[in-house]
T-cell receptor, first 115, second 110 residues
């Protein structure tokens, strides 16, 4: 079974608008971490934001926020005020247990920001 | 930039050959993980090294092997290359909750 599901292969957003990228996950472990990474065409994975399963508040990092709904096992990334430089692949990833050895990545969503 | 470096950036090999990819971890990070990312897919975990010992392995055959050195830099070795080994190979160093990736090595097997 897929551990991480990203149902949007591609998304378009107008510059300066907000966009939500979906991520659902599957785990039976109560302790896990959720991550979002951005991968531009250059290939490097850029860390964006982290949410721990026990964190009470949704994580925020600048224009990025994570809408964490634990009961629904969802961890959507919200990008506010999109910029042209936000065009890239976005990957949701999970590490279980909390200090587990490996990250499981979703298939990714390609975001295109339109001028 | 994350401080994680990888070499070489690109590599072309033929089927059956062997390859060694290198990674220098971010200062202070004692854990290095390697991932394979095929075109159009998310990264797949190969293995992780912690203080020079393998600390976990994904679903990859034994011809994928690695090393970690006392300075925490690492190598990924792949023997008997197959066409399906063509991919972007990403190294990541981590400490606690954070995991930072290098720019990757793009391997093409002909």
């Amino acid at each position: 079974a897929q551990k991480i599901t990203q149902t949007q292969p591609g998304m378009f957003v107008q510059e300066k608008e907000a966009v939500t990228l979906d991520c659902t996950y599957d785990t039976s472990d109560p302790s896990y971490g959720l991550f979002w990474y951005k991968q531009p065409s250059s290939g490097e994975m850029i860390f964006l934001i982290y949410q721990g399963s026990y964190d009470q508040q949704n994580a925020t990092e600048g224009r990025y926020s994570l809408n964490f709904q634990k009961a629904r096992k969802s961890a959507n990334l919200v990008i506010s005020a999109s910029q042209l430089g936000d065009s890239a692949m976005y990957f949701c990833a999970m590490r279980e247990p909390f200090y587990g050895q490996n990250f499981v990545f979703g298939p990714g969503t390609r975001l295109s920001v339109l001028p | 930039e994350t401080g994680v470096t990888q070499s070489p950036t690109h590599l072309i090999k033929t089927r059956g050959q062997q390859v060694t990819l290198r990674c220098s971890s971010q200062s202070g990070h004692n854990t290095v993980s390697w991932y394979q990312q095929a075109l159009g897919q998310g990264p797949q975990f190969i293995f992780q090294y912690y203080r020079e010992e393998e600390n976990g392995r994904g679903n990859f055959p034994p011809r994928f092997s690695g090393l970690q050195f006392p300075n925490y830099s690492s190598e990924l070795n792949v023997n008997a290359l197959e066409l399906d080994d063509s991919a972007l190979y990403l190294c990541a160093s981590s400490q606690g909750n954070e995991q930072f990736f290098g720019p990757g090595t793009r391997l093409t097997v002909l």
